[in-house]
């Protein structure tokens, strides 16, 4: 048997893992760990016959043929004939926030407390001058109606960028406001109208008007709220037409003596604003996508070959698939032509379950990556197709810069067994 006064051997020299095993210390020969090849560390053997002695109690072999020769005996001994694992720890979350996060803010994305995604709009869509008004008037001294026509509102900022690669709004609102120069009160009319439409098919799913009668515009210098609307909730698409038809304004005489300083004019500003949710129906792909800056460090371990082993955790309510895989180049290596390293292969594709921040969806991964030439680098970067789908049951839920998915309990696995191999 062996006994605990042996010498322990490390694998690695480092705190990812560590291996001991008892080995008889009589130095002579030294002796090399190593995975198809790569030298990890040298161990101090003894003499060929206790060599022998201790591979014979390794193998429980039993051998008393004088003429067998321990000079000419293999000097290879397997460890972990299945596999080897080593831990590395977890990527992420990569979550909205991190993965678009840029994306969102420079077309108008913003966020409330909690951190759910909000889509928000103003805009000074009409604009009338009190001294065009005058003119129009039959006798400028006494009250008279302006008529102005119709005017529209049309919604500018993230919401139609949204329609586009198939994500809802929810909770979506519009309000108007009018700013009056004039120090009386002047009375509005006017029907106020909006509708949505389906940017796919091109048609309205939705439409609603609503007549504004005789809504008083005070003499003071902050706008009026004339109208607050809410969309349904079910109404995910954006309103692409806001209209207030057959507005009038019906002002006081002597309007030009009466106009505050600071600006002559009436001014209508429209606001929206809205929650981005999953859409039914969501079927987005989208090809050659990156992920620079992940750290898994596979090239310290010197493997050809490994097995990738994690759980992808994913919060948003979305199926993703991920398929095509490659790695990427380290940043100062990469070239304009090409930043894909095509030394490495890599299995997929990867589905993905999708979740909720209160119930996760967790996919157990099993990824294999070889390396085509040399031994496997770290990895820094990873470039990907991806395809998005939404899930039964969650049309309508809304989504969070705080949702995304994580990689965790990540492991690198070594095929094969680990081999010593003795120098003569």
Partial sequence: MFRPDFCRVSIFNGPYARMSKLLPTHPVKTMR?????????NIALMKPKILLFATLILGSVACTDKAYDPDRMSMEMTFFENEISVPVGSVGPLTVQSLAGKILESIGFGSDEDGYLTANFSKDFFTKSAYEIVLKAPDPSQPFVYDCGSVSFSIGGPAPAISLVGLGLTKQKIRYSVYNPIFEPVTLNAVSSVSCMDISTFQTTYKSSVELENVTLPSHYNATVIQELALPDNVMNYPNSCYLENLKLSVPGDITDKL??????????????????????????????SLDDLSVPLGRFGFKEAVLKFNLVNTLPLEITLSDIKFLLPKEERKSDSKINEKIEVSGPISIV??????????????????????????????????????????????????????QSASVSICGGIKLFGDE
């Fill in 260 to 289: 505050r300083s600071d600006s002559p004019n009436f001014r209508f500003i429209g606001e929206y604003f809205s929650y981005l949710c999953v859409k039914d129906g969501i079927d987005f792909k989208q090809t050659d996508f």
């Fill in 33 to 41: 760990f190593c995975y198809d090849g790569q030298v990890f560390c």
């Fill in 354 to 407: 999708g979740g909720t921040m209160d119930n996760p969806g967790i996919t157990p991964v099993t990824l294999r990556v070889k390396a085509l030439e040399g031994t496997l680098p770290d990895v820094s970067g990873i470039l990907f197709n991806f395809h998005v789908k939404t899930i039964p049951g969650s049309t309508g839920s809304l989504l969070s810069v705080k949702q995304g998915v994580s990689i």
